[in-house]
């Protein structure tokens, strides 16, 4: 019998839904991946010292950072204790701005989607959504390197030393963000925008 060949055809939407869940995936999981699993072999140890500050400013913490911090104990298994604390602080405070920077700037650009979803008149609201594709794409970079300036100031500027993996693995997260951002805006526009010769492209 002959051999049958089937392709599956996926749907504009499955392919819209994909093209978020890789990009916005990906620019969360890597820096998160970085923290867990790079900071420990390239940065251990080299963390500046938050755990006191949030202490004092009674900042809610999860369990384990706070158990960690109010560790007590003497000799050389408290040092090492009172480092990997400290560690362990940057890099749930590394984690946390983010994360908070993707949170926001996803808002961003789901806003900008859900406001070209009906538009009213085709070629009008097509310039009308590059120029604000352009603008919101802006604000994007404007609160990652906001977020970006924010951990320097609090913690990046105290560290001795640093090397290109402190810059990789704090940073690099408010980089791919934009970066997401860029590919949902230009590959991942509502139907009524996008084409496959247009300026929006249609997956």
Request: charged letters at 10%; hydrophobic letters at 55%; proline letters at 5%.
């Amino acid at each position: 019998m002959p051999s049958v060949t089937l392709r599956v055809k996926y749907h504009n939407r499955t392919k819209v839904l994909l093209c978020y869940v890789l990009a916005w995936g990906l620019a969360l999981l890597l820096p998160l991946l970085a923290l867990v699993y790079l900071y420990p072999y390239k940065l251990a140890g080299s963390a500046p010292e938050l755990g006191a500050s949030l202490l004092a400013l009674n900042v809610p913490l999860p369990q384990a950072l706070r158990s960690a911090l109010d560790s007590t104990g003497g000799g050389q298994a408290a040092l090492g204790a009172a480092i990997a604390a400290r560690d362990l602080v940057w890099r749930y405070a590394v984690g946390a701005a983010v994360a908070l920077t993707w949170v926001l700037a996803l808002l961003c650009q789901l806003l900008w989607r859900a406001g070209y979803m009906r538009p009213k008149s085709g070629a009008r609201a097509v310039l009308g959504a590059i120029r604000t594709y352009r603008l919101m794409l802006l604000a994007i970079v404007a609160i990652c390197l906001a977020g970006a300036l924010a951990l320097y100031l609090v913690g990046v500027r105290w560290i001795s030393g640093r090397t290109v993996w402190d810059y990789l693995v704090y940073f690099g997260g408010f980089a791919l963000i934009p970066l997401a951002a860029w590919v949902s805006f230009r590959f991942a526009a509502p139907p009524a925008l996008s084409g496959k010769k247009a300026f929006f492209k249609r997956l």
